[in-house]
């Protein structure tokens, strides 16, 4: 077992701001015959918990297809891994400068490097990935679309930003943005609604990559795996045992998943297995375990718009409830319980909201100041059938809950179905189980990322929370040009959020990951996906 200290991991994030200024289903078993990795094996088996729904750059939304992303792909940003932190360096960029207004963003691009057709990568290849991305305007287009005023390559090595506003966040948005070989969509666009763009390219990307990065797609069945290969030409380069060859499988079967590793046919697993079966794979010969403190957010979004958590006080009855004990320790295990949307080892996390307890007496008392009270109250509850550990949960809220007079409908799914049931309120279950992680290096992206309005729609915002003075904090906290500004509005923001029980905050986990001895060069990073970056990897 390994585990890393978090000292350096959010160090320069608040820094880079004010310089800027800041689906899961069932799959089968891999086929016995496909090769496997392990020490001298010729492709490097890793096992994902859920299908990747899309590898657009433009439409990706959730950890596997990050993944996907960030091994065809390179981002404008990247984390700053080599010294262990998440504060966003240059990646594609080379380097940039904000003017004084701090709404205009500079930016310079590295020479030398080529997209896999053989295309050179220019500053017109980013400034068509912003456009596509906000024309398209899904995925990750909220980051930007309400900000942006214009983007323009105003030579070959340079791209201009133009916000409307200032943005505390925007270098850290970034590492978002991965870069499209902008001619090999031109040259296979077909008829659409974006004009002169067609389609924007959007049916031959959903089937092949159009990236610069490490690895080329050479086969995804979307039910079952991707297989990546080399990009021999990749502008960083390559050495002695890294991972030429990778499958990427899914498989949710939490005991095939650990069988495999065992006995080698997996070379690293996701991290979305039971405690317990870490705690199991820990005492394994040739297996690695590693526990990371994390800024992920283990919470249960009740929705605000149903019948009946539509009521404050029966939302503040179900979070009062739960017992949080249980929880953390016998289902979690070994995590920190949650204060609120954002992770407490965040900066800008507000020190004026706190970790709940269970009280069944004051949980009563709410449930008798509701608008339902006297009445009999069942709320459905969403999770992930074939998660073991979500699983516990639906069992640990149908016990609790019962013991205040509310029932519990489960709702075993998929990860496609809790996708398509986040889209609105009406598909959106009353209580609905969620781990969320980062999505970029900043308190933004827990506080404006699930609570402003215009999230709505995704997975992370299934609360449907909506306040217009919230809203608004938010927007001026994102303009604010001194790091004291900002985070007294990310708290204000914060506070006025969690007094309106919009979900079960209960804990911020620990990552936990494991592989294969034989693997080398595993380093946590903390953002959604960017765990799994396959070039850092080699065998021995």
């Not at 679309?145 to 948005?173: G, H, M, Q, R, W």
Request: proline share 4%.
């Amino acid at each position: 077992m390994k585990k890393k200290k978090i000292s350096k991991l959010f160090a320069g994030i608040l820094v880079s701001a004010l310089l800027a200024a800041c689906g899961s289903s069932a799959a089968e078993t891999p086929d016995p015959q496909a090769a496997v990795s392990g020490a001298g094996k010729e492709v490097f088996q890793y096992i994902a918990q859920q299908l990747v729904g899309t590898i657009d750059p433009a439409q990706i939304k959730d950890e596997t297809e990050v993944i996907a992303a960030i091994n065809l792909y390179d981002p404008l940003f990247y984390p700053d891994v080599e010294n262990s932190s998440m504060s966003p360096v240059p990646f594609v960029a080379e380097s940039y400068k904000v003017d004084d207004t701090a709404k205009i963003y500079t930016i310079t691009i590295r020479d030398g490097i080529k997209f896999q057709s053989g295309n050179q990568l220019t500053a017109e290849d980013v400034a068509y990935t912003m456009e596509r991305m906000i024309a398209i305007n899904k995925g990750n287009a909220w980051l930007w679309s309400d900000v942006l005023e214009k983007v323009e390559a105003t030579d070959e090595k340079t791209v201009e930003f133009t916000l409307n506003n200032p943005y505390a966040p925007f270098i850290s948005t970034l590492t978002q943005l991965f870069i499209i070989d902008s001619q090999l969509l031109k040259d296979n666009q077909a008829e659409g609604e974006f004009g002169d763009q067609g389609d924007f390219g959007m049916a031959y990307i959903a089937e092949n990559s159009a990236g610069s990065g490490p690895y080329k797609l050479v086969n995804w069945d979307r039910q079952s795996f991707l297989e990546f290969e080399a990009f021999e030409d990749y502008w960083r380069g390559w050495k002695e045992g890294q991972l030429k060859k990778v499958k990427m499988l899914t498989i949710t079967e939490e005991s095939t998943v650990k069988t495999l590793l065992v006995s080698g046919e997996a070379d690293m697993i996701h991290q979305w297995l039971s405690v317990s079966a870490y705690e199991e794979l820990k005492g394994q010969s040739g297996v690695v375990v590693e526990e990371d403190p994390s800024a992920k957010l283990q919470y249960f979004p009740m929705n605000m718009q149903k019948a009946p958590t539509d009521d404050k006080n029966v939302r503040k009855a179900i979070a009062l409830a739960i017992d949080y004990t249980t929880a953390l320790e016998d289902i979690l295990g070994n995590s920190a319980a949650a204060a609120g949307a954002v992770p407490v080892i965040v900066p800008g996390a507000s020190k004026a909201v706190l970790p709940v307890s269970q009280d069944l007496e004051a949980a009563k008392a709410a449930l008798a100041k509701s608008g339902y009270a006297g009445q009999p109250i069942k709320v459905s509850f969403m999770y992930l059938g074939d998660t073991a550990q979500q699983r516990q949960f639906a069992q640990l809220f149908a016990a609790n809950l019962a013991e205040i007079g509310i029932e519990v409908e489960q709702t075993p799914v998929n990860w496609a179905q809790v996708a398509e049931a986040a889209v609105s309120p009406e598909t959106t279950a009353n209580i609905t189980v969620i781990s969320d992680s980062l999505k970029y290096p900043h308190v933004d992206s827990h506080t404006y990322g699930i609570y402003h309005s215009s999230a709505k729609g995704s997975y992370r915002t299934m609360s449907w929370f909506s306040d217009p003075v919230v809203d608004e904090i938010l927007v001026n906290a994102r303009k604010a040009a001194t790091e004291e500004e900002q985070m007294a509005l990310y708290e204000e923001s914060q506070n006025l959020v969690t007094a309106e029980y919009p979900a079960i905050y209960m804990a911020n986990p620990t990552h936990y990951i494991a592989y294969g001895d034989h693997v080398e060069g595993y380093e946590f990073v903390g953002l959604m996906g960017y765990d799994v970056a396959f070039y850092s990897l080699s065998v021995k």
